[in-house]
């Protein structure tokens, strides 16, 4: 992987005559994790659908650029908020599609360690339809990660997993992505709280910046600053109504 | 296989055509109709046993055209699909011209068909192709044309390369689709193969049906037709099983 | 053996007697030919296919030569099969129809074959009927059982070697009025055609040479002719083509190479009066006798 | 719509008969067809020019054929695929007897259905629509048959009735379907209307090319065969565009 | 609604050769909120699907019964893990299609009421592709909502729900189903101690209750006998691996 890259967002979006959010300015630091929190439909998976360039319907007026300047596609990974496992492969097969659109094999035995690493070794010649929720969902966690893109665009990854799971999950993502700049869409303030370098909230109003925590991320379970940012950002939460 | 299944799998063709030799009687005994027109099953089914060895090897050579076509013209409509599906160019010049195909009444290319193909078996397996291939090439093309959005948003973010989103998540994802049109196909592929034999031939049962059916016996056109529905309902419930299995391997 | 390829106008029936019995009993192979024969399932391909040199000669019908020669094509007489008219005006025989004005208003059947209608007009005038009195239908498929179902009142396209017998067999019997007692000019209905410019004049000599011999074979031992010709193919063996045979082996012409231009003259006249063609064509240009040409 | 895409839907046909029209001179030229076995387009273009006003007439009363058989035929069809999808009696009995309709050519049938109906348009749109309804009712019917199963176990535990359930979940889910169904059967539409001609007629374009044929009138086939294959087309093309909107209304 | 009905499920199930879970016991009070607990793939969805009569592909050797002794088909609604909307129905249709289904036009204002009250009312007429994952969600409880049944039947059902939308949608679902006995899967501690008034954690070791707060539920977000349920939850979470 290359050096990493920082994004910067700046603009607003609308669908035909609704507006969905005014002028906003949304940075990635390189090679850092950036967490957007918000309640639910204000807007947070149509600002990840249009950094990776997918997001269809809306309208938005405004610049998405790379600190580097080169284009964004072909740098990017995305696991969107549903798991959109393909029914007719394995597990594995489903891990690996990635590089198999591009027209490689695909590293197997790297997917297998990280399958076994998700907690899936029992699972990897299953087809999606015999996995619980939870494990749909990580299976699609290690399909984003087996992309080893520069930049990781996550929509609410852990949203169908319990406490234990999630936060092995969450230090599990963050040593495979750190040389990555990862954006994280969640609805979690605990999540953004533990993960988050830059947290920003998005509310009615706009972006807000929250002051992350000062312990490094990923932050133990029990570390203090985390705790008493989660209780800041769950108290700012309550108050931005949709 | 249980013993109740493969009971029922048998039961199945054996009760359609009981049905049918029913409806039959009924049609003759009740419609008055003259038997020059509908002869009745007893009389056929007479014909059927005395003419059986003719019949036989007649529908010999139409089985084998009808496997002929079947598999030419499911390969040349699934790969008709797939051209379609990845060029608009193709989409935009091709398809009508393929369209067209599906106007023309064997009369007017048969004798295209033997200019180029003389009268051997090419011209009626051709023939036969024209008509399986089309069902095929148009539901799966329509299918390969609707994959769910999310996963070519994937693929799209993954950079795959368009051949390969066709191979690994297009093709998959229309097989129930693809399966609907082999379906079809194969209801229509002995149809296409009697109308094949029509483009010129002195064997099969479209030949038989034809002959009897111009200026000879009835009993004999209809129990050739008895042979070719018999055909047409096993090839159905052969291809469909297969069909099943398909869709299930695919979800 | 020289190779030639045939046409016939449709698939076997008694009708191409002489040349079956010809394959049989090794005429060809006597003149040194070998002849392949090929059926087709449309009676207009074969003219077509011989005047595009996919054959050396086809079995096809005076009046369709007339029509086609007129639309271009490069097609000639070269011999003649059946030298009476075979096609005839069937009705019911105890039906309502006992004369042709007996059809005013009624319905009359035919096939697609082009020159039916001209025949039906003129055969309808002889009896001072117009063609507006009559509603004609196109039955394409079935001459035969629309008119035993009473579908229709009368079919033009019959042939009176076949359609009378089929009728019989069934227990209807029909009746006839034949073309050439009501004004038409009489015709050859099956002759062999070849394209002038691509054909063998050579080879084709050889050919009438063995039909004509076959027919004399048949003509002497008709029975005989009968089991040759049946024993060839399963789907022969039936009934109706024992009937058919007997109507219709004394209709083969004895001489097929020989020509009657008055005969061509005369139908190209009544075509040109129906309306039908828009001038008259030389014979030359319909038929040749490929005795007389060197 | 805006101005390039009106122009790129009249565009669209022009592009196809161009290119057809092309390959079809192509043919004629280089490889050696004697005109009357296929006339180049030049001089077809001539005769349908010159016979315009009896080519048009004939052609009204087929394209008549063609819209109430397609109508028809898609409403059949529909219905039956419904009935099928409900009940597996009907399944098991009556699915067989509609494939037979499909392998029962027009000459075994044609006498029967002029017994019944006569020689009036009714026996033609009959045949019209045997060959249209199969197409939608085969695919409309496996569609109705591959509903998501999440669905069903949804309007299960809901208490759903069989009927609703068809209707509000099952035939919405099976739109794709009926479409891939739809399309394909306006490509039979016309030859359909064609082939019912046959059966016994004394108008349309059926008619006209086997007199045209039987008159050694190749040109005047061709012409027809022509107008037949312009009306496929645009059948194509519209039914395309409205199967495109059902779909996109049912996503 | 008639009197509320318990059930009690006894047995074990297996998948073809892979056992799922051994012997076991879950009892629903009638009219109370059980929560099912329990670490990703250990078999909560199957025991809801089992219970709604769905489960398929799972052998379960047991039986499932209601106090009563009636069957429960008819009593039942189930909200699954996913929100299986109809995407060609307005959010009014998809939350109406239950009384649909059963031949009814169903209570119209009712339902326009319960979506203002999940804060969709700008949403009525719009497509569920049109909405965010979290008002997916939101209209697929909706319309579990109105079923109105005796047994309720929920999977994950706030998953996708930020913290306060959350804390009102539990509000809201549980003054809703007062009378009805409730089945609660979920992967959130919190949840299970603010909503539970039977606790069931699932392990690989089998069912084990747990002791709910004393005070009775719906708790409120700072109650102290939750908070520490919830830790003790988590603790056992944790120490069960599925
Ligand atoms: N095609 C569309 N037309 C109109 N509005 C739309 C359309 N698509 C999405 N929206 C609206 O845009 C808003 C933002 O949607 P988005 O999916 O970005 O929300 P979100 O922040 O990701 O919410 P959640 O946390 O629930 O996933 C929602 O209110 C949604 O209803
Ligand atoms: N058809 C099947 N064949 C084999 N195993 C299956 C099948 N269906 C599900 N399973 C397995 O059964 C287990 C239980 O699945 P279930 O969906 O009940 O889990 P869950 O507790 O709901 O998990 P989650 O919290 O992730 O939704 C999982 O490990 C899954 O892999
Ligand atoms: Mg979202
Ligand atoms: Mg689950």
Redesign the interface.
């Known amino acids: 992987m290359a050096n990493p890259i920082g994004i910067s967002l700046t603009g607003k979006a609308h669908?035909d005559a609704v507006p969905l959010f005014d002028q906003l300015e949304l940075t990635l630091k390189p090679g850092e994790w950036t967490c957007l929190?918000?309640?639910?439909?204000i807007g947070?998976?149509t600002i990840l659908r249009l950094i990776?360039?997918?997001a269809?319907?809306v309208t938005f007026e405004g610049s998405i650029d790379a600190t580097d300047g080169q284009p964004l596609?072909?740098r990017?990974?995305?696991m969107?908020?549903?798991d959109?496992l393909?029914?007719?492969?394995t597990v594995l097969d489903n891990v690996l599609?990635?590089a198999?659109?591009?027209?490689s094999n695909g590293d197997k035995d790297k997917a297998q360690d990280l399958l076994a690493k998700l907690?899936l070794a029992d699972h990897i010649s299953k087809?999606p339809?015999?996995?619980?929720?939870?494990?749909r969902q990580?299976v699609a966690l290690a399909r984003t990660l087996m992309?080893e893109r520069s930049i990781v665009l996550l929509?609410?990854p852990f949203?169908?997993?319990?406490?234990?799971?999630r936060s092995e999950m969450q230090e599990l993502a963050a040593e495979w992505l750190q040389h990555s700049t990862i954006l994280l869409v969640t609805?979690?303030?605990a999540e953004a709280a533990r993960l988050g370098e830059t947290i920003y909230l998005m509310s009615e109003k706009g972006l807000s910046e929250v002051e992350p925590p000062a312990s490094p991320a990923v932050r133990a379970v029990d570390d203090e600053a985390m705790l008493a940012c989660q209780g800041r950002l769950?108290k700012q939460?309550?108050e931005?109504r949709? | 296989m249980t013993l109740s299944k493969s009971l029922h799998s048998v039961l199945r063709p054996l009760a359609a055509t009981a049905l049918i030799l029913a409806i039959w009687q009924a049609l003759v005994s009740f419609a008055d109709i003259p038997s020059f027109i509908l002869p009745g099953p007893g009389k056929v089914i007479n014909t059927l046993w005395s003419s059986r060895e003719l019949i036989f090897e007649h529908s010999l050579i139409t089985a084998w055209e009808v496997i002929l076509g079947l598999v030419l013209g499911t390969l040349l409509g699934g790969l008709t699909a797939l051209n379609l599906a990845t060029s608009p160019m193709a989409r935009y010049l091709i398809k009508p011209v393929l369209v067209l195909t599906q106007a023309l009444p064997v009369f007017a290319l048969a004798p295209l068909l033997t200019l180029w193909l003389g009268y051997g078996i090419s011209s009626k397996i051709l023939m036969a192709v024209l008509i399986i291939y089309f069902p095929v090439a148009s539901s799966f093309f329509d299918g390969l044309m609707q994959t769910p959005k999310g996963w070519l948003d994937l693929a799209h973010v993954m950079n795959g390369n368009a051949k390969r989103i066709l191979w690994r998540i297009r093709m998959p994802a229309a097989i129930p689709s693809f399966a609907s049109g082999l379906r079809l196909a194969a209801v229509y592929a002995p149809i296409g193969a009697v109308i094949g034999e029509w483009v010129g031939a002195s064997k099969g049962l479209g030949y038989l049906m034809l002959l009897a059916n111009g200026r000879a016996k009835i009993d004999l056109m209809f129990a050739a037709l008895f042979v070719l529905a018999l055909l047409t309902l096993l090839l159905h419930i052969g291809v469909g099983k297969i069909c099943d299995r398909l869709i299930r391997h695919y979800q | 053996a020289d190779k030639l390829s045939l046409i016939l106008d449709w698939f076997v029936n008694p009708d191409h007697g002489p040349i079956i019995v010809a394959q049989e009993k090794g005429y060809f192979k006597e003149q040194g030919l070998e002849v392949e024969v090929i059926a087709p399932a449309d009676p207009a391909d074969p003219p077509k296919l011989a005047a595009a040199g996919k054959a050396d000669l086809a079995v096809s019908y005076q009046p369709q030569l007339h029509l086609q020669v007129a639309e271009g094509l490069p097609l000639k007489r070269v011999g003649t099969l059946v030298g009476t008219p075979l096609n005839c005006l069937l009705v019911l025989e105890d039906g309502p129809i006992k004369k042709i004005s007996d059809l005013k208003g009624k319905k009359v059947g035919f096939s697609v074959a082009g020159v039916e209608e001209a025949v039906l007009g003129t055969m309808l005038a002889s009896d001072g009927l117009k063609m507006t009195d009559v509603e004609m239908v196109n039955v394409n498929w079935s001459l035969s059982p629309s008119l035993m179902s009473k579908q229709v009142d009368a079919v033009i396209g019959a042939f009176r070697n076949f359609e009378l017998n089929q009728m019989e067999i069934e227990g209807i019997a029909g009746r006839c009025f034949y073309p050439e007692a009501q004004g038409i000019p009489s015709y050859d209905e099956l002759i062999y055609v070849a394209n002038p410019e691509k054909m063998d004049a050579d080879k084709i000599k050889r050919f009438l040479a063995a039909t004509e011999k076959a027919t004399q074979f048949i003509v002497n031992y008709p029975e005989e002719s009968w089991k040759i010709f049946s024993g060839t193919s399963k789907e022969l063996q039936d009934e109706l083509n024992a009937k058919a045979w007997v109507d219709t082996w004394p209709r083969f012409t004895l001489s097929p190479a020989a020509l009657d231009h008055g005969r061509y003259a005369r139908y190209e006249d009544f075509l040109l009066k129906s309306g039908l063609t828009k001038k008259i064509l030389p014979v030359s240009d319909l038929a040749i006798d490929l005795g007389a040409a060197k």
């Open positions: 669908f929190l918000g309640p639910s439909g947070k998976t990776a360039g997918l269809a319907g596609s072909d990017l990974a995305y969107a908020q549903t959109l393909m029914p007719w492969a599609i990635g198999r659109l591009r027209g907690e087809k339809s015999a996995l619980s929720g939870g494990q990580r992309e929509d609410e949203s169908a997993l319990d406490a234990r799971m609805h979690d303030p769950l939460l309550r931005a949709s």
